[in-house]
Structures are given as structure tokens and as C-alpha cells.
């Protein structure tokens, strides 16, 4: 009886090392840019340091050839201003990404320009993003403490 039971279990360690050798590895990340297509709601927060609490909402559109745009409303140390968003953004097989962008007020003058690295999740359908430059129309660095969410609208 012994031995029967050592061979089986012999013979179900060495089945299961088998399958673990012969089974396909699981999926990679599959994020792209054309996954990412869409439009989203976004809002952020956080401090601009030296200035004050910042925090805004946002309708972006990014579309399957990398570029983002959209409307941008935003409260910086209690003063509320409209602005439009520009720019280009990337997606990375792992579901990590940087976007790159310019605002510009009502008028069309240049605001700001930033980056933001990104991470994809919940099936491509929410990011996080964490700002990692802003640097005013005049060349002037800010330095910012800002991370926001931004969830794909329903088509």
C-alpha cells in the first residue's frame, strides 16, 4: 500500500512540474494607445509649492494617434480659471505612461506647460498620474506635490 501511494504521488508531482513547463505564461500587459482611446473625466490635487492648494477637473479626449485635448477648469490657492489642454502622451506594453502638454487661457495664450507619468489600470479604463514638470509661459519651473484620476466616459 505504501508504495502504491509514493508512485502516485511521484506521479502527480511530476504530471504537475509537466503541465507548469508545458502551460503557456500568462498574458503580458496588453495596454496600447488605441486601448486607451477615449474620453475621460479627470481631477487632480495637490499643492504647487510656494503658491498654494491646486485643484481642477478636466474632460480630456486622447485619441489612437497620441494626442490629448480637452477643457480644463482649476482653483489655485482659491483663484478659478477656464483653460484649453493640449499635447501627446504614450502607453507602454506594462501599462505605464507619460503625457506631455501645453494650457492656454480663453484668449489662447500660453499657460503652462507639463509632464505627467501615468499607470493604466482597471482594464484600461482608469489611470493615476503624478505630475513631474510644470514650467510656466515665461520659463519659470514650478515646484508641485499634484497626483489626480482620471476614468474613460461610457461611449
Do not use: H
Amino acid at each position: 500500500m505504501k508504495c502504491n501511494i509514493g508512485r502516485l504521488t511521484i506521479a502527480i508531482l511530476s504530471s504537475a512540474v509537466l503541465l507548469a513547463i508545458i502551460a503557456p505564461a500568462a498574458p503580458a500587459a496588453t495596454c496600447s494607445t488605441a486601448r486607451a482611446a477615449g474620453t475621460y473625466g479627470v481631477s487632480d490635487s495637490g499643492t504647487v509649492v510656494g503658491i498654494g492648494p491646486r485643484t481642477a477637473v478636466s474632460l480630456l479626449t486622447f485619441d489612437a494617434a497620441e494626442n490629448i485635448k480637452g477643457k480644463v477648469t482649476a482653483s489655485l490657492n482659491g483663484s478659478v480659471t477656464q483653460s484649453t489642454l493640449s499635447g501627446t502622451y504614450t502607453v507602454n506594453p506594462d501599462c505605464t505612461g507619460t503625457a506631455s502638454f501645453s494650457e492656454f487661457d480663453q484668449s489662447g495664450n500660453l499657460i503652462l506647460t507639463a509632464t505627467v507619468d501615468t499607470v493604466w489600470d482597471d482594464n484600461m479604463r482608469e489611470a493615476r498620474f503624478i505630475f513631474t514638470s510644470v514650467v510656466l509661459a515665461d520659463g519659470t519651473p514650478l515646484a508641485t506635490v499634484i497626483s489626480g484620476d482620471a476614468r474613460k466616459l461610457v461611449p
